[in-house]
């Protein structure tokens, strides 16, 4: 159907996910037919590169969705030199490193009201 308002019963899946799982998740998320679209993005706290997924699915497909995600995405720890941004310069410059867990996947799941294709 173009044109109209296809459904409600749909949720917007907003999933971030690490650059190195990106590939291998998309495979597989075509494979189960999904739609998606892919956004280069990055951390606000690492200020590093990493990947938002965009998928609006029927309701009876979010588990499925779910479970593609959580398999295909790995949690790593990354350390990080611990230094304020705007540090300033007559500030003692003494960074210490600290170690964070990064992912797997960060996944909101957003209620849709109407999804249109024109
Ligand atoms: P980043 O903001 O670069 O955060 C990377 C990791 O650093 C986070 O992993 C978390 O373990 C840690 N972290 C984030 N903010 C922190 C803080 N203020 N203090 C201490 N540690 C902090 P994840 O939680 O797995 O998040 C991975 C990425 O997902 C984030 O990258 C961000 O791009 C996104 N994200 C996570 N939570 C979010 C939220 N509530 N809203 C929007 N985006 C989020």
Redesign the pocket.
């Known amino acids: 159907m173009i044109g109209g308002i296809l459904s409600a019963n749909m949720k917007l899946v907003v999933c971030?996910v690490h650059n190195r799982d990106r590939n291998r998740l998309c495979d597989q998320l075509v494979k189960s037919e999904f739609k998606f679209t892919v956004i280069g993005?990055?951390?606000?706290?690492?200020?590093?590169g990493?990947t938002t997924l965009l998928s609006c699915v029927q309701d009876d497909k979010l588990d499925l969705l779910k479970q593609i995600i959580e398999v295909n995405c790995r949690a790593r720890e990354?350390v990080v030199n611990a230094v304020p941004y705007e540090s300033a310069a007559s500030v003692a410059f003494v960074p210490s490193a600290m170690t964070?867990?990064?992912?797997g996947a960060?996944v909101f799941v957003v209620e849709v009201n109407e999804f249109v294709r024109f």
Do not use: A, H, K, M
């Open positions: 971030i993005s990055s951390g606000g706290f690492l200020r590093e990493n990354q964070v867990q990064v992912g960060v």
